[in-house]
């Protein structure tokens, strides 16, 4: 056993081993429970043992917002959290979420490693806070109960459940559904019985939650991805030798290559595994319809952000 | 002395009319989005998140009015096996302990509304400090309670006593 | 796994003597929650953060409502409608008024979740009937004491809404599902039991209704009944989720107690407003507290770290499930239901999951567990009220309470070793 001593009184240069936390949501065993370790293990490998990192997954510290205040408080050290509660500190993070936004995962990661990634990192500062790098969070697709959706027609009066949410609320609005706020857990029911006609998620959701039992049409539209971030607490970091801090800087960096990898890996596998479920998958030639219908979204979400917005479109 | 058990009486009924009404609101509420939803084929995005807060405030309004009308759970197996003297003290002591935790959630819970006033609700748009507002409040109510019974002013309004009379004979 | 053993000590002592010198449960966590935090040098804001995290989640909302429309459901005369009902159907056998207590509480169960309210007033009709049928006083409290815990695990119970929070947002549906068989056999194995000590002390029989009269006592109850009905039928069938059947439930409640059965008037309301705010202030003030201790024991990774020993002791599932009973029977003694739910569900569930066992199985075993620790000296609620109802001692009942004790350790013991006993019906209806 190591003889513990909190980041909250130490200074880090007294030789003793500090001990850090890191809050993830997910189960132990997905895959960013799996590159959080793969972080810990590099932090303590590059600080030669100095710095430990302790990961608590399945959301025992609280959820992504909890946890995040809980940083923010200097309770906990490292949060792995979806921006999308963190946009409820920092709002311009919500034009990263802006509806087709991205044109694949690799135009997304070039933004975000680029210098509009860094800057949406540092910008978190005014939050005591401080993002450390992107994890992919996959796209988000609709399916449905009813049929295959190949146009935004299809979609038309279709009740979908979102997350509560105004921007995934409006954007399943503008493409004529109708938004159904629910409980993550009582969706399989929901669509069992027909309370609703369909829900929207990424690749591994739809697999491991068993929708694609209920709700076998499955169509890549990608309308959302929110990347994710590994975030440290200002106070955490500040207290930190800068060899130690450039030392967490690079190990998050290298985590999130591996994070990336594994998760095409996980979406790969889950799109395999649904396919040989008898899940029905629609790939769309183009998505441009849907990118019109939701054109409205862009003027009032994006308001005062037009520039910022532009730069991600030309974003190669 | 009759002056301070007049105010501490007001607060707690006043408190205890507080909670019946978010009982009333949050069911009218939640029915409200049933029928919005079964009905009207919309869900009102505000409701749930509405009806959560309500069921926040009333909780720590719940903490408070427990401490004033003495309704918490406690074990009172190993005291009562204790001498009277004895038990009175420990008494005493434990009013103490729970002033103590109503300082707690008055100081720090003002600080946690002070730094969580950045961020927002997501249905809402309300700050988040809205959901923690009612810790420091319900602390300085734990406060004023168990300082009112640390030196015997206890609550015996005669609503009360006819209610636990009453409730005795119907059971 | 790092192990803080003096921040840990702080926390499970300080709490265990604030207990024992009656300073109330919520704040003993509160306190011994805080406690720790300073030791350790976390920020105290993180406290109040997680009481308000432990009251911000909307299934927990269903429980003011179940408590509001049984409160509604007991004061508006629903419990003599059971009563009469239950004596249409089973009444005319030998020892009838026992078996009639025991369905009445089962009935009742479908309406509230609480045993305290079962034993008060369906306890307060039935014991004095049965006494001046010339039923023994101690019987009379056996048998409607150890009834009223079905309500606990019959749906709607607010202690398995309790448990779902606990276990990090279980189905509320597939609980309810769960407990309706577990608790219609315990029902029928105290039905057997108390006709068979009626036999033994020749208990005379009940009355027999005639068909006209039966139709409509009957009928009366059922529309009482419906609100069961309502609950079970949104929670399953995903039409309403567990809260919002539990408001339609509230208001079908009170439209049937004030519009037609109208027993009482209708400004009792507020005596029954008044009623449920002091249960519910008990209950939250115990969740949103014990949502901080939770943190804390997370933080020190308490749960993990009783997984890890309980294993390492045996890794015999029989052994394990043993074990972990009969730690909840010894806490259950002393202690109440929710706080014990909440506490001990993020240490326990880790260890019986590890050993396979389902986690909506565990809930309904944990509900009976916890079920029996509210008949048991030296703290037991149910016991309590039961023994004041009858204006007897708890010794006076104790003796001739074994046998009833016997029939709950054998359901307890089906309902861990049989998991099909709780996941059928949840399984048949809302898929695997
Ligand atoms: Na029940
Ligand atoms: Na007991």
Redesign the interface.
């Known amino acids: 056993e190591t003889p513990e001593t909190n980041a909250g009184s130490d200074d880090g240069s007294n030789g003793e081993t500090i001990v850090l936390r890191l809050a993830d949501t997910h189960n132990d065993g997905y895959v960013t429970v799996e590159a959080d370790r793969e972080f810990a293990r590099l932090v303590e490998e590059k600080t030669e043992g100095r710095v430990k990192v302790e990961v608590y997954p399945g959301a025992v510290l609280g959820d992504e917002k909890a946890t995040i205040e809980q940083a923010q408080f200097g309770a906990i050290d490292f949060v792995r959290t979806s921006i999308s509660p963190l946009s409820e500190f920092n709002k311009e993070l919500g034009i990263l979420m802006l509806p087709y936004l991205y044109r694949d995962v690799d135009h997304m990661f070039n933004v975000l490693d680029g210098e509009i990634g860094d800057d949406f990192l540092e910008s978190l500062e005014e939050n005591n806070l401080l993002g450390l790098t992107w994890f992919d969070g996959g796209a988000r697709n609709f399916y449905n109960t009813k049929k295959e959706v190949k146009s935004v027609e299809d979609l038309k009066g279709m009740k979908i459940r979102v997350q509560e949410s105004k921007l995934m609320m409006d954007l399943v609005t503008s493409l004529g559904a109708v938004p159904t706020p629910m409980a993550f857990g009582d969706v399989y029911s929901a669509l069992q019985t027909g309370v609703i006609d369909g829900a929207e998620n990424n690749w591994p959701s739809y697999f491991s939650t068993s929708h694609y039992e209920v709700a076998k049409y499955y169509t890549v539209d990608e309308h959302t991805r929110a990347p994710e971030v590994i975030l440290v607490s200002k106070m955490t970091f500040d207290k930190l030798s800068a060899e130690d801090q450039e030392a967490i800087k690079e190990a998050a960096k290298e985590a999130s290559l591996f994070q990336r990898v594994e998760w095409a890996k996980e979406e790969a596998a889950a799109e395999e595994a649904v396919v040989a479920k008898g899940a029905v998958i629609t790939r769309l030639e183009s998505n441009q319809e849907f990118q019109d219908a939701v054109q409205s979204m862009y003027a009032e979400f994006g308001a005062g952000y037009e520039d910022l917005i532009e730069r991600i479109i030309n974003t190669k | 002395m009759k002056a301070i058990k007049k105010i501490l009486n007001l607060t707690s009924n006043l408190l205890e009319y507080i909670g019946m009404i978010f009982l009333v609101a949050m069911t009218l509420i939640v029915s409200y989005q049933v029928f919005s939803r079964q009905i009207l084929n919309t869900s009102p995005r505000w409701a749930e998140e509405v009806s959560l807060i309500l069921m926040i405030w009333f909780g720590f309004i719940g903490i408070a009015l427990g401490v004033r009308k003495g309704i918490h759970l406690s074990i009172e197996y190993f005291v009562s096996l204790l001498p009277p003297s004895l038990q009175k003290i420990i008494i005493k002591l434990d009013q103490v302990l729970v002033c103590g935790f109503g300082l707690f959630c008055a100081v720090y819970g003002a600080k946690l509304v002070k730094a969580t006033g950045g961020s927002t609700l997501p249905a809402t748009q309300w700050p988040a400090s809205t959901s923690y507002l009612m810790v420091p409040v319900c602390g300085v109510m734990i406060i004023c309670y168990s300082l009112a019974q640390i030196f015997g002013i206890e609550e015996t309004t005669e609503e009360n006593n006819e209610l636990t009379s009453k409730e005795g004979v119907e059971l | 796994m790092?192990?803080?053993a003096p921040a840990i000590t702080l926390l499970l002592v300080s709490f265990l003597i604030?207990?024992?010198?009656?300073?109330?449960?919520?704040?003993s966590l509160?306190?011994s929650t805080?406690v720790t935090a300073l030791y350790?040098?976390?920020?105290?804001?993180?406290?109040?953060?997680?009481?308000?995290?432990g009251?911000?989640?909307?299934?927990?909302?269903a429980i003011?409502?179940f408590i509001?429309a049984g409160e509604i459901m007991g004061e508006g005369g629903i419990s003599e409608r059971l009563i009469k009902f239950s004596n249409v159907i089973i009444g005319r056998l030998r020892g009838g008024l026992a078996m009639v207590n025991v369905l009445a509480s089962m009935f009742f169960g479908g309406i509230s979740g609480s045993s305290v309210a079962d034993t008060?007033?369906i306890g307060?009709i039935m014991i004095p009937m049965m006494e001046k049928q010339g039923y023994d006083k101690d019987f009379s409290v056996n048998v409607t004491i150890t009834s009223s815990t079905q309500g606990v695990i019959i749906p709607p119970s607010h202690n398995v809404i309790i448990y779902s929070l606990a276990a990090?947002?279980l189905?509320v549906?597939r609980l309810f599902l769960g407990g309706f068989l577990p608790g219609v056999l315990l029902g029928l194995a105290l039905m057997v039991l108390s006709y068979a000590v009626a036999v033994k002390r020749n208990y005379p029989k009940g009355e027999r209704f005639s068909f006209k009269d039966g139709l409509k006592i009957s009928l009366e109850s059922i529309l009482g009944l419906f609100t069961a009905v309502i609950v079970i039928g949104g929670v399953?069938?995903?039409?309403?989720?567990a809260?919002?059947s539990a408001?339609?439930a509230?208001?079908y409640a009170f439209f049937i107690t004030f519009f037609v059965y109208r027993d009482i008037p209708i400004k009792r309301m507020?005596?029954i407003?008044?009623?449920?705010?002091?249960t519910?202030?008990?209950v939250?003030?115990?969740?949103?507290t014990s949502s901080a201790f939770g943190?804390m024991m997370?933080?020190l990774k308490i749960?993990a770290l009783v997984t890890e020993t309980l294993i390492s002791i045996s890794s015999n599932k029989y052994v394990i499930l043993i074990i972990v009973n009969m730690i909840l029977l010894a806490l259950g003694m002393?202690?109440?239901m929710?706080?014990l739910i909440l506490i001990t569900t993020?240490i326990l569930l880790p260890v019986v999951t590890s050993v396979g066992m389902d986690p909506v199985q565990f809930g309904i075993v944990m509900m009976l567990n916890l079920g029996i620790g509210l008949i048991t000296p030296?703290?037991g609620s149910t016991l309590f009220?039961g023994c004041s109802?009858a204006g007897c001692k708890i010794e006076d009942v104790l003796k001739s309470l074994m046998p009833f004790y016997a029939v709950m350790f054998i359901m307890l013991l089906l309902l861990t070793f049989v998991p099909q006993l709780t996941l059928f019906i949840p399984n048949l209806i809302?898929?695997q």
């Open positions: 790092i192990i803080n604030l207990l024992i010198i009656k300073v109330p449960i919520a704040f509160g306190l805080m350790l040098g976390i920020p105290p804001m993180v406290i109040g953060q997680q009481m308000v995290k009251l911000n989640s909307f299934s927990l909302i003011p409502f509001i008060s007033s307060a990090g947002g189905s549906g399953t069938t995903g039409i309403f989720t809260t919002e408001a339609i509230a208001v507020g005596k407003l008044r009623t449920s705010l002091k519910l202030a008990m939250l003030a115990v969740i949103a943190y997370a933080y749960p002393i202690m109440d929710a706080p993020p030296p703290v009220v109802i809302m898929g």
